[in-house]
């Protein structure tokens, strides 16, 4: 990693959480940031109707917040979206565009992942765009063609955009499983999604690694030249096993 990228540990508390627990946690968060590794970065994303809780719970700390998803639009008649001028009501710094999840169980396209990132950068939200392959994508080697796909639009907005943003790369197979790319694994992706970022003029950006990631692996991720950080699952809501990632 060069001296001008930081690290980012991000933690996506996905569909958990409620008051009580929610609020053991972002005390734990907030208490211990100060023991967390110089110059890194720590942000979680909670789910929307949580999101006051953890502006208050954090204010004023080191910590920052954001949504899990954003809409296109920026108001009208769509019931159940949240528009980016709602999530900056709220202080939100980031919003996740494109997580696997949002690709596989909603159908969300390449395009429409490009448009909510936009649509972030619009609102004055820093998006963190999410590619992944699939298992049977990878055992097809196809990574490189998908992940090249997945990032195409995003790469039309231009360099200006593109350099507003976070990449999070998260092998699908790796999410929620336990089984974790090999440092090698992800930094070979990692180091194509440099290249294509740098093709556009974009090559400074911050790249997270996603999947399975925990204290225990996060050290020999982060030696890896390209990978400036992670977007952590499961281990995020964990005060002390968040903190540790980040150690």
Known sequence: MTMSRTRLVMGNWKMHGNLADNAKLLAGLRAGAGSIASGTQLAVCVPFPYLAQAGEALKGSVVAWGAQDI????????TGEVSGAMLKDFACRYALVGHSERRSLHAESDQLVADKA?????????????????????????VM??????????????????????????????IGTGRTATPEQAQEVHATIRA????????????????SVKAANAASLFAMSDIDGALVGGASL????FLAIAA
């Not at 790469?155 to 790796?174: H, I, R, S, T």
């Open 196 to 211: 294509a970022l740098q093709a556009i003029g974009a090559g400074q950006v911050q790249i997270l690694y996603g999947g």
């Open 145 to 174: 063609t998908v992940i090249q796909r997945q990032l195409a639009p995003v790469l039309a907005l231009g360099a200006d955009a593109v350099n507003k943003m976070v990449v999070a790369y998260e092998p699908v197979w790796a």
């Open 71 to 78: 809409s296109t639009q920026k108001q009208g008649a769509f």
């Open 238 to 241: 964990v005060a002390e096993d």
């Open 118 to 142: 936009n649509a972030a950068l619009v609102s004055g939200l820093t998006p963190v765009v999410c590619v992944g392959e699939s298992l049977a994508e990878r055992d097809a080697n196809q």
